[in-house]
């Protein structure tokens, strides 16, 4: 029944590494999100796909790379992590006007 | 200036008072506009989209005034499962798809 899922849940790795998070949403939807949710609390949008072709880039380091193999995926792939990228990762699909998130991935980089 | 800017609270209310949590947004182009729900630790939720003729959902009333750039939303009847962090979203386009969020404004129920 999971609609929009994330993997891993939590993430615990040192600066330097590079990384990558998993988004699978099996709502048919065409377009789908990640979003950072900083220690504020604040959620910013970073990139959206549409049917696979990037949309949205919210001036995100280069360091940051989305890659959507089909619509219904959306990973992200993050090189050289730095202290700051520590944070909460949603991904998100949307249907009409309303977002679906994932369960999130909590980044933290020692 | 944040885009959207939310009091963060927290609201301490009892069960059954009713709470009104304000919001404002700086750009006037924004087109449509929502309430989002965040539980602790947990990913947000669509609460509701807000109309410019305001609209309600149960207990829950969102209001919206364009000229002054302000969203409300009123919560009746409180209930403990109410407690949460309440997010004011804006897009600039009518789709919802380029969404920004405010800082939220927590609310804690108390019996």
């Known amino acids: 029944d999971t609609a929009v899922s994330q993997t891993p849940k939590y993430l615990v790795t040192q600066m330097g590494n590079d990384k990558s998070i998993k988004c699978e949403q099996n709502l048919g939807h065409d377009t789908m999100y990640w979003y950072k949710q900083d220690s504020k609390k ?57 977002q679906f998130f994932g369960p999130g991935t909590r980044l933290t980089v020692l | 200036r944040k885009e959207v800017e939310q009091d963060p609270g927290p609201f301490n209310v009892p069960e059954g008072a009713t709470v009104a949590f304000n919001c404002t947004y700086s750009n006037s182009a924004s087109q449509s506009f929502f309430w989002y729900r965040q539980d602790c630790r947990k990913e947000p939720k669509l609460l509701m989209s807000v109309y410019s003729s305001g609209n309600e959902d149960g207990r829950f009333t969102a209001q919206l005034n364009r000229a002054s750039q302000y969203i409300s939303l009123l919560i009746r009847d409180s209930k403990l499962s109410d407690s949460a962090t309440y997010l004011c979203v804006v897009s600039i386009d009518n789709a919802g798809n380029m969404l920004t969020f405010g800082g939220g404004t927590r609310l804690m129920v108390k019996p």
């Open chain 1, 42 to 98: 604040f959620l910013k949008i970073m990139f959206s796909y549409n049917n696979k072709e990037l949309i949205i880039n919210e001036t995100v380091p280069n360091r940051f790379s989305p890659k959507s193999p089909d619509k219904a995926h959306l990973n992200l792939h993050i090189n050289s992590l730095e202290l700051g990228d520590s944070a909460v990762y949603f991904c998100a699909s949307r249907s009409y006007n309303e």
